[in-house]
C-alpha cells in the first residue's frame, strides 16, 4: 500500500500558517481578480492565430 497510495502530508510550520492565515481571508477576491486579468488576456490574445489558450481550471 505504501507504494501505490502518494503521501500528500499536509502539515505545515507555525510561522507557515501564521503567514498564511491573513491570506486565505482574501482569496475569493485574489481568484476572481485573477479570472479578470485571464478573461482579458484570453480576448486581447484569442484572434492572434499562431496563440492557442488553455481553458481555466
Known amino acids: 500500500?505504501?507504494?501505490?497510495v502518494p503521501n500528500f502530508s499536509l502539515r505545515m510550520s507555525h510561522?507557515?500558517?501564521?503567514?498564511?492565515r491573513p491570506q486565505v481571508?482574501?482569496?475569493e477576491?485574489?481568484?476572481s481578480e485573477y479570472n479578470k486579468r485571464y478573461d482579458q488576456l484570453?480576448?486581447?490574445?484569442?484572434?492572434?492565430?499562431n496563440i492557442s489558450i488553455p481553458s481555466p481550471l
Open 15 to 20: 510561522v507557515t500558517a501564521a503567514v498564511l
Open 25 to 27: 481571508k482574501i482569496l
Open 29 to 31: 477576491t485574489k481568484i
Open 42 to 49: 484570453t480576448n486581447i490574445l484569442a484572434p492572434v492565430e
Open 1 to 4: 500500500m505504501k507504494l501505490e
